[in-house]
């Protein structure tokens, strides 16, 4: 491997160093969240009002029936407060469930315990049947535009293609991303000697506020022929594209197992989740 790329690995490695000493030495504590009212106005159009308080100052999102997400303080307040038409909200239930998520300025995410608030007798709500296969088809259609790949191999650049698929995601205080999640990915590298990988491997993500996230990652991968090894990478969320897709960048690196001849990647993709199993 040549310079360019062990120095690039260097700085994402003492990047993550610096961010997590941050984070140790603001000294990280507990923040509880109290609700103080949740109720649904009587008139119309009825609204779901809901006010609680942080032990640290923080910023705050509500998820709706573990489905919409709205943000209720953008900026760090110990003190949240927020109003929803619930025109559009769908439900086949009698009763409105949601539950709340805060995070600290030292980085501490807390989430409360799944609320139920009782749904006035004359809304009606039901499951949606009105969906859009226009936005579904075209995020389909995004969702599998494959990410690009700049391969090292045996001495020789190659361009790449290839596409990961999360398969079971698992969940732990976190609103916008999972705490971690095993995948499956094929590549395909355009006239390098060996063109065909399948991977499986594992992706924990450390949610930051200067970055969507920081995963790094373990997987095994092979190229049917024999050829299999061990992978270990680093991917950073830059930006989201419309609340579901996230533009990443990351760099990994592969052992072979049997022989002395491993090789390296650059690669930008799109991550998303919404075809993975959620635990």
Same mark, same amino acid.
């Given at each position: %491997?040549?310079?360019?790329?062990?120095?690039?690995? $260097?700085? $994402?490695?003492?990047?993550?160093?610096? %961010?997590?000493?941050?984070?140790?030495? &603001?000294?990280?504590? &507990?923040?509880?969240?109290?609700?103080?009212?949740?109720?649904?106005?009587?008139?119309?159009?009825?609204?779901?009002?809901?006010? *609680? &308080?942080?032990?640290? !100052? +923080?910023?705050?999102?509500?998820?709706?029936?573990?489905?919409?997400?709205?943000?209720?303080?953008? !900026?760090?307040?110990?003190?949240?407060?927020?109003? =929803?038409?619930?025109?559009?909200?769908?439900?086949?239930?009698?009763?409105?469930?949601?539950?709340?998520?805060?995070?600290?300025?030292?980085?501490?995410?807390?989430?409360?315990?799944?609320?139920?608030?009782?749904?006035?007798?004359?809304? +009606?709500?039901?499951?949606?049947?009105?969906?859009?296969?226009?936005? %579904?088809?075209?995020?389909?259609?995004?969702?599998?535009?494959?990410?690009?790949?700049?391969?090292?191999?045996?001495?020789?650049?190659?361009?790449?293609?290839?596409?990961?698929?999360?398969?079971?995601?698992? #969940?732990?205080?976190?609103?916008?991303?999972?705490?971690?999640?095993?995948?499956?990915? #094929?590549?395909?590298?355009?006239?390098?000697?060996?063109?065909?990988?399948?991977?499986?491997? #594992?992706?924990?993500?450390?949610?930051?506020?200067?970055?969507?996230?920081?995963?790094?990652?373990? +997987? $095994?991968?092979?190229?049917?022929?024999?050829?299999?090894?061990?992978?270990?990478? =680093?991917?950073?969320?830059? *930006?989201? =594209?419309?609340?579901?897709?996230?533009?990443?960048?990351?760099?990994?690196?592969?052992?072979?197992?049997?022989? +002395?001849?491993? *090789?390296?990647?650059?690669?930008?993709?799109? #991550?998303?989740?919404?075809?993975?199993?959620?635990?």
């Amino acid at each position: %491997m040549n310079l360019m790329p062990k120095t690039l690995f $260097l700085i $994402l490695l003492l990047l993550i160093k610096n %961010m997590f000493a941050q984070v140790e030495s &603001s000294g990280v504590s &507990s923040n509880e969240i109290f609700v103080i009212d949740s109720y649904i106005t009587p008139e119309k159009p009825h609204k779901l009002i809901v006010s *609680f &308080s942080t032990d640290d !100052s +923080s910023t705050s999102v509500i998820v709706l029936q573990n489905i919409k997400t709205f943000i209720v303080s953008n !900026s760090f307040t110990d003190n949240h407060k927020i109003e =929803i038409e619930l025109d559009g909200i769908k439900s086949d239930s009698t009763v409105l469930k949601y539950f709340l998520s805060a995070r600290s300025k030292n980085g501490v995410e807390t989430k409360s315990d799944l609320y139920e608030v009782e749904l006035p007798r004359d809304i +009606s709500l039901t499951e949606a049947n009105d969906v859009n296969w226009t936005q %579904m088809c075209l995020g389909g259609l995004v969702y599998a535009i494959p990410g690009i790949e700049y391969v090292g191999m045996d001495g020789g650049e190659y361009l790449g293609l290839y596409k990961e698929l999360p398969v079971w995601s698992f #969940y732990s205080g976190g609103y916008n991303y999972p705490q971690g999640y095993f995948g499956i990915e #094929y590549a395909h590298y355009l006239s390098a000697p060996r063109q065909n990988f399948l991977r499986f491997g #594992y992706k924990h993500i450390f949610q930051f506020d200067q970055l969507k996230y920081i995963s790094p990652g373990l +997987s $095994l991968f092979g190229d049917f022929k024999g050829y299999n090894g061990l992978s270990a990478e =680093i991917s950073v969320g830059l *930006f989201q =594209i419309k609340n579901i897709f996230t533009f990443y960048t990351r760099y990994r690196y592969n052992f072979q197992l049997k022989q +002395s001849s491993s *090789f390296y990647e650059f690669a930008f993709g799109l #991550y998303a989740n919404f075809f993975s199993f959620n635990f």
